[in-house]
């Protein structure tokens, strides 16, 4: 039985370098498929996989109020996109002032500038560094971890004290290794303290958040003076029985300081942050279930380019199919033969698939500067369909070398 499979695949072998360029042009319609399919999930699970590990510090006791109600926002079709106003500093300060449920405690921060040059005594680092203002609850309301020193206290907040929290690629950028606490850095001319230094947490989408400084919010104001400057809130409940009520208590509030008639909508988000995760998981979804589609159509197409190929290779070669039958071949050695033909097709096809999804991957990964982590679920899934096109494609083309009438296929010119 072994030496009656290895026979079959050195006559498939020999077959398929009969029919080369037919069959490399099926092996490629296959690898289009198969990367695809490969290459758009290991794409979308590098992107997940990152987006889950900047939330995973969150925790779900913790709510946002931001511009708009999603962070994944949805374009297209005939709904008009509705542009909400900003969220201003007076808002948010009214915010911090009058919202009071009990176990609740307010973060505020902005984005003054993700392209700021900060400076040390005799270094300075590339205009790459993203600058926050922020106040004392900011950082644990977001899940952000302290590796050194000490956070900010409510003191510096209201004195405006001229001190920063780095994150930790600053370190070695400005310091070259040695422990920056206490040591002063410049932004804009500005002199800043070191007290504290964040735990790492790499890259999200090319933006590197261990690249960053925070600054006291009062402080960062005084800096960067753009208008129209957007403000975030974050409310951490510290029992989850009353986070229905805090964010209920909250989205009252919002709406009474942006002067809102009960009649008008709300323009301003709500969120929780494991409705972030939900989002997520929504966008994942949507992309996953783009990437089988992609691959249906691709892989209909490869599988029916394969049966195309085994048939006319069953027809050209009647004659030899006669003769292996006169020769005391049975059906079943024939169709297996055809099959396992067939069935080596497909995983040439799947095999360059494999290696050019992993690619996409690979090159996608890279450039966003996130982690690429070898997608098995994709392999094994890409592996699946091969054998599944290998099933549907070979058995006609088997079925029908099997049954020749071998004096019919001797006479066959």
Known sequence: MLGLLRQNISIAQQSIKGQLLRTILTIIIIAIGITALVGILSSVNALSSTLSNGFSGIGTNTFYIQRYAQTFQRRGGNKRTVVNPI?????????????DPAY?????????TSAAEVKSEDRKTKPNVIVAGVNEHYAENAGIKLGEGRMFSSLDIKNKSKVCIIGSDMEEELFQGFNPIGKTLSIRGNKFTVVGILEAKGSTFGNNVDLRVLIPIDVARGIYTSPNINYDLSVKVFDQNLMDTAKDQALVLMRNIRGLSPVESTNFGVIQSDQLMSQLDDLKGILNFAAII??????F????ALMNIMLVSVTERTREIGVRKALGAKRSTISWQFFIET????????????LLGMLIGFLVSSGFEIPFEIP???IIAATIVSIAIAIASGLIPAIKAARLDPIESLRYE
């Open 376 to 378: 098995w679920s994709a």
């Open 294 to 299: 992609i691959s249906v159509i691709t892989i």
């Open 301 to 304: 197409g490869s599988s029916i």
């Open 343 to 354: 069935f080596l097709i497909s995983q040439y096809g799947s095999f360059l698939g494999i």
């Open 104 to 112: 609740t405690q307010v973060g505020l921060s902005f984005q003054a």
């Open 87 to 99: 969220i201003t500093y007076r808002e948010v300060k009214e915010f911090e002032e009058l919202y």
